[in-house]
């Protein structure tokens, strides 16, 4: 805790990472910040116009990503095929009828992978800073199908496209000029 109370700044990821923080840590709501979301590069995740189906999960198998909430919402939805992919750190358990595991994907393949997928499920079990997939997903043209503990969704701008590829995409930028007016002050 020294660490943050000493800071000359501290950059929070999205609203609810900040939120999440300072309810854990109140001592921290004076503190200079900033909220930059993760940088992506939009040139890399967009609408490709293949034909699309089902809904694609990644990383989602892991129990802090929400592992028990996504095998549920899939025994909940059977009429759903669910593609996982991102690996399974429990691979001797089984999982429903309609998911199927593909593991890792090249990152050349991602963009590609999420249009083939209608929409992208994530469940986070836990509140994360940002995660980035739900973004990334989303720019390629994926509905998202989500909860409250999702970072990148606590942004007021995660309504558009063009807006999360505006941020995003500037959020490199952004994050540099709040480390120059740190050190300029």
Known sequence: MP???EAKLLVWLSPLHRESWLWACP???EKPYAIVPSPIDPSQFYDMKLPREGVICVTSLFEFKGRKNVLQWARDHPGQ??????????PNEPLPPN???VGQISPWQVNETYNKHKAFLHLPATPQPFDRT???AYLAGC????NKLIGALSYDWFKSR?????????SSKLFWEKIEEVLND
């Open 3 to 5: 660490i943050f109370l």
């Open 27 to 29: 001592e921290l709501e």
């Open 81 to 90: 095929e669910i593609t996982c992919a991102g690996g399974n750190p429990l």
């Open 99 to 101: 998911c199927r595991d």
């Open 134 to 136: 739900v973004s990334e």
């Open 143 to 146: 509905d998202i199908i989500g």
């Open 162 to 170: 063009e807006e999360v590829a505006e941020h995003c995409g500037n």
